[in-house]
């Protein structure tokens, strides 16, 4: 393939280099159509920003062995707990909490999905499998209120977040209306808050920026009845960058209403990924729905690191892979039992950023990032990838002073040309 030379264009804080860049086939993800956002209000990245959301319980199996700080379940939704009316069942979320206790992690339970019995719908059908008139409010909010306070009273001092219902812009999970919406996500903050002020209240986990039910929920009175905003981000055929437009448009709805303080966090953030080569029991291609992307282990690679990266550049709080051991959207096989390639990008970018601070980010006209961090003893870091997946070499400038650099996978070699290759995959220079 011909070569040519052109100059890196690099914002501030960056110096400007040149590189080599190949004429590669254009990518088929769409590029983000937004810059990165200025050094965020949460500029270190700390355990709490690594999450996972646990699709089923986790009684019987270890806690990820993964850096993760949050795992969220669904262990705690109202029909689970109580099935009956006054008929508890704790002993998945007992289980839970205690593994979360023992490996010094903590919980994020949701609140959401009425039982059948205090159902307003009773008898409207939602997602296969799940009771009758889940997807339906309470006839009774007081009945809420009852299993919103018996959780948090349980939990009291151990559990510190809770979420107010799961996609309520989804038909099989939300088909009430926005208003009594917010009646609920209201008597839960207030109650939630009376038991434990130190408890953080998330705002329902909304799907689509775009939703009306998102803007509806502002306007109707939701302002007040959440300490963080909460949404999903699923485009399973987009790369990572492409959550920076969402993003902004969050942060716009939030300066509309005067809530630009108000911290951001993507609850889920899943890619279908295929079964790693040690897995014991892979996952057959056919197993993935009509229609989606299936990673393969390489673009797991890049595409997880590059999600955890991205996000605190964007002023993300926390984000939460969905989900771990799940057998679709997993970067763990077997339930999590068995490591692939994707656990190991997992793994190895939450330790080169863990306890690192943010100092600024760039993205060029070819794609090409550059993220400067900051160890805790004041070195400054630099991770670079492309998100066109174009593939060149670049020329390390001198004051940059690196020495090595490692590869998501955790491979270490030492720098001697001071050139160093871009792709796709993240490089961390140090």
Request: hydrophobic share 35%; with cysteine.
């Amino acid at each position: 393939m011909s070569k040519h030379f052109h100059c890196l264009g690099i914002i501030v804080l960056l110096v400007t280099g040149c590189v080599a860049n190949g004429n590669n086939s254009p990518s088929n993800q769409t590029s983000p159509p937004v810059s990165p956002a200025s050094p965020p209000t949460y500029p270190t990245y700390s355990l709490d920003y690594f999450g996972m959301t646990s699709q089923n319980d986790m009684g019987g199996r270890p806690w990820p062995d993964v850096p993760v700080g949050v795992l969220r379940t669904f262990d705690s939704i109202w029909f689970e707990v109580e099935p009956e009316k006054g008929t508890w069942t704790f002993s998945r979320l007992d289980s839970d909490v205690a593994l979360a206790q023992k490996s010094g992690g903590q919980i994020d339970l949701i609140l959401s999905s009425t039982p059948t019995w205090a159902s307003l719908q009773p008898t409207q059908p939602s997602y296969p499998g799940e009771p009758l008139g889940q997807a339906a409010g309470p006839a009774n909010i007081q009945d809420w209120i009852t299993y919103v306070q018996t959780i948090a009273t349980r939990y009291k001092g151990v559990v510190h977040d809770y979420e107010c219902w799961n996609e309520p812009d989804n038909i099989n999970s939300y088909t009430g209306t926005v208003e009594q919406l917010i009646a609920m996500c209201q008597a839960a903050h207030s109650t939630l808050k009376e038991i434990d002020p130190s408890i953080t209240f998330s705002s329902p986990a909304f799907m689509w920026w775009f939703s009306p039910l998102v803007e509806s929920y502002f306007s109707s009175g939701g302002i007040g009845s959440f300490d963080t905003l909460n949404f999903h981000y699923s485009r399973d055929c987009s790369n990572p960058e492409t959550l920076a437009p969402w993003v902004a448009n969050y942060k716009a709805l939030f300066a509309k209403y005067h809530l630009q303080s108000v911290p951001i966090w993507v609850s889920e953030f899943p890619y279908y990924v295929l079964s790693g080569p040690d897995a014991k029991w892979p996952e057959p291609a056919s197993a993935f729905p009509p229609g989606s992307c299936p990673l393969d282990m390489h673009t797991s690679q890049e595409y997880v690191a590059r999600m955890y990266i991205i996000g605190r550049t964007l002023g993300l709080y926390r984000i939460q892979w969905y989900a771990w051991a799940d057998h679709l959207s997993a970067i763990v096989d077997d339930a999590g039992e068995t490591d692939k390639p994707t656990t190991d990008a997992y793994r190895t970018v939450a330790n080169w950023l863990m306890n690192t601070a943010l100092v600024s980010s760039s993205r060029d006209a070819q794609g090409t990032w550059i993220v400067v961090i900051q160890t805790p003893g004041g070195n400054e870091e630099h991770i670079l990838w492309n998100d066109e997946e174009a593939t060149f070499t670049t020329a390390i400038p001198s004051t940059w002073n690196v020495q090595s650099a490692q590869d998501v996978a955790g491979i270490s070699y030492a720098i001697s040309s001071g050139n160093i290759p871009v792709s796709g995959m993240p490089v961390f220079l140090k």
